[in-house]
């Protein structure tokens, strides 16, 4: 595995050896022990999720407070999507920064999203399937949404490659919260 580091500290992308051939391909999706090495970081994950979003389809930026942060690691097993995450920490010198990627079942990258990180993405594809990994249950005591276009964070969605689809949001992503705020 080789990992990549991003302008924001502790968020990686992880990019896994694939062995291919005319059959197909296989590669270690996930192993706790190579992990560790490559990334130094002893995480214990608790729960796996699993999503389809249609083209067009934005989820987030999600995140949950404390004392439920949750850290992801996340990968996209079919199609396309912008993935995006914005640094929410409290005395982080990045705070407020945003970091997009590319995640695709083609390219197979992974993304580490620590605790303290809100995260998003938007399908680009006809459909996706999208996995988490999370270091925490599901609590949605502690289920925080800022809103995707905020205008402090002025994220670029990469929505142009939609063409003239419209991005999709649930109605509770409609009623995400200002950063500021």
Same mark, same amino acid.
């Given at each position: 595995m080789q990992v990549k580091t991003t302008p924001? #500290? *502790?968020?990686l992308i992880l990019e +896994?050896?694939?062995?291919? &051939? &005319?059959?197909?391909?296989?590669? #270690?999706s996930f192993n706790t022990a190579t992990f560790k090495i490559a990334t130094g970081l002893d995480? *214990?994950?608790v729960q796996d999720n699993h999503s389809k979003s249609n083209k067009g389809v934005l989820r987030g930026l999600h995140y949950q407070s404390a004392p439920h942060a949750q850290g992801k690691l996340v990968r996209v097993i079919q199609g396309e999507v912008w993935d995006v995450t914005v640094d929410i920490r409290d005395g982080s010198a990045t705070r407020g920064q945003w970091f997009g990627v590319l995640l695709s079942s083609d390219n197979k990258r992974q993304l580490?999203? +620590? +605790?303290?990180? @809100?995260h998003g993405f938007v399908t680009l594809s006809d459909t996706a399937e999208f996995l988490y990994k999370t270091t925490d249950f599901y609590s949605p005591a502690h289920e925080q949404c800022i809103a995707w276009n905020d205008p402090v964070l002025a994220i670029d969605w990469?929505? @142009?490659?939609?063409g003239d689809v419209l991005p999709q949001l649930s109605g509770k992503d409609k009623m995400g919260a200002a950063f500021a705020n």
């Open positions: 924001l #500290e *502790n968020l +896994p050896r694939v062995f291919g &051939d &005319d059959r197909g391909f296989v590669f #270690e995480i *214990n994950f580490w999203i +620590p +605790p303290g990180f @809100a990469q929505l @142009a490659r939609l």
